[in-house]
Nanobody, 115 residues
Framework: QVQLVESGGGLVQPGGSLRLSCAAS????????MGWYRQAPGKQRDLVAS???????NYAESVKGRFTISRDIAKNRVYLQMNSLKPEDTAVYYC?????????WGQGTQVTVSS
């Protein structure tokens, strides 16, 4: 059983920064994909940034140059550094992991960008 636990969300002013963290627990080994999605009220859940199973990263166009995804493979953790935050970044951010064809989600962490 794989569990994902996110932390680091909160309220921040426009132009500010936040760092999200996601820890995966369970008997995970070999390669897997891991990353972040977000869902704003009334909208679908969209990819923000992720690592593929071969280690390459990809980003949504709207966050390129502002967000950086990183990971600690030994600890099964992934991070999302978010800089220059905008009100339109407000959403619930979900950690995502895909391993052996199964998709896992965290419970989500709220990020609110507002003055």
């Amino acid at each position: 059983q794989v569990q994902l636990v996110e932390s680091g969300g909160g309220l921040v002013q426009p132009g500010g920064s936040l760092r999200l963290s996601c820890a995966a627990s369970g008997n995970i080994f070999s390669s897997y994909a891991m990353g972040w999605y977000r869902q704003a009220p009334g909208k679908q859940r969209d990819l923000v940034a992720s690592f593929t199973s071969d280690g390459s990263s990809n980003y949504a166009e709207s966050v390129k140059g502002r967000f950086t995804i990183s990971r600690d493979i030994a600890k099964n953790r992934v991070y999302l550094q978010m800089n220059s935050l905008k009100p339109e970044d407000t959403a619930v951010y979900y950690c995502n992991l895909v391993w052996r064809g199964v998709t896992y989600w965290g419970q989500g962490t709220q990020v609110t960008v507002s003055s």
